[in-house]
């Protein structure tokens, strides 16, 4: 059988489960189409598992099994033991929206499957992943029984594994947006034209904390996208809660978030801006800043630009909450990691000179597990500071 052979030395990550081959560890590459499966071998012979190829990738090789399982096997066993883990952590009577698959995450790479309530949202970001489609409907649909699946794969990244990208009805009914719960709260979901496949799932928790922390406060929510923080705040007993964002859709879809909530009309105001114009008005009054930027480091090289922006944001939202407040800051540039990005709170604490504490550090939520094996999937973090 055509096997990839590893380089001598170069099988460490392989076996230390990693899930990433990269050209330079490669000894004997053999005939093969793009997307295709082969197995990877040590240079010494050791069957190490199987991968998807593709020579257009900078990343050549996912690997999708490990040892001798084949890869069917293992692609089925990788569902189901995603599966059972988000069973273990969510009651559905009360949040019924959950990343069901998360890449490298769950041994998947390439896929992310989200559900909401009974639509199944999948994004295929590689040309392996997509030739497993089918086997990967095939058990999500059994297990789940949704009433629609949609594909979501809108990612420029699959330019560079030769993919254009692509979305689609794949089963069931046209849906155009759909309801959710979360923690007993419902939110509207676009699935047409959302962001991501529609929800941030990987809030969950923050959006939690933002509920218990913000009693009183006039809450500003920057980079809020459809609301959900601001709908979190009023529900928490916030005076306030003032929603921005660049995207007229992502507001629009933020008012109907607090209709849906029954929440007072003077509960929050909504503004089409951007931050880092809105954040310089001297006027605010907000006591409690939300900063949930999207990631501005989206490769290696961006990574100094990208601490600028962090840093200009935190140090306007030092500069402008009202003391003592409270600002919960985020990152989710997997190329950011926290200790560089609690330096760049430190620097725009400094040059705002204000006191600043951390009183809690938050992670990406439990359905986007952070894979001890392939500590790439870990991206998102923050810090909820309070401020005098
Ligand atoms: N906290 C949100 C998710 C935020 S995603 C939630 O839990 O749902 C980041 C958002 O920032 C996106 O909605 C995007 O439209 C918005 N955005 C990006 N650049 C922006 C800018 N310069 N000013 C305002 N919003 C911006």
Known sequence: MNAVVLKPGRDKAVRNRHHWIFSGAIRDLPDFEDGAILAVRSSGGDLLGHAYFNRKSAIIGRMISFGAESPEAAVRASLGRA????KAFVDPAVTNARRVVNAEGDGLPGLVADLYDDV????????????????????????????????RSDLPARREEGLEPYEALL??????RVRILEAGVPFWVGLAKGQKTGFYLDQRES???????????????AFSYTGSFSVMAVLGGAARADSVDTS????????????LNGSPSDAGLF???DVFEFLREPALDHDYIILDPPAFAKKRTDVVAACRGYKDINRLAFQRVRTPGLVLTFSCSHFVDETL????????????????????????????????????????????????
Not at 124 to 130: I, S
Not at 171 to 176: N, S
Not at 248 to 259: K, R
Not at 353 to 373: E, S, T
Request: glycine letters at 4%; aromatic letters at 8%; zero cysteines.
């Open 207 to 221: 959006r939690r904390l933002v509920r218990e922390t913000a009693a009183g406060r006039r809450v500003l929510n």
């Open 248 to 259: 007229e859709a992502a507001i629009a879809l933020a008012q109907e978030n607090f209709e």
């Open 120 to 151: 199944l949202v999948l994004q295929v970001a590689t040309l392996g992943m997509e030739k497993l489609k089918p086997l990967v409907l095939e058990v999500l649909a059994a297990a789940l029984r949704p009433r629609s699946v949609l594909e």
């Open 271 to 273: 503004f089409t801006a």
């Open 171 to 176: 089963a069931g009914e046209a849906v155009d």
């Open 83 to 86: 599966l059972a883990l988000r």
């Open 341 to 388: 990005f609690q330096q760049v709170v430190f620097q725009a604490a400094r040059e705002a000179g204000r006191r600043v504490r951390i009183v809690q550090k938050h992670r990406q939520a439990f359905d986007h597990p952070v894979n001890i094996y392939h500590p790439e999937t870990s991206y998102l973090k923050g810090f909820l500071l309070y401020v005098d």
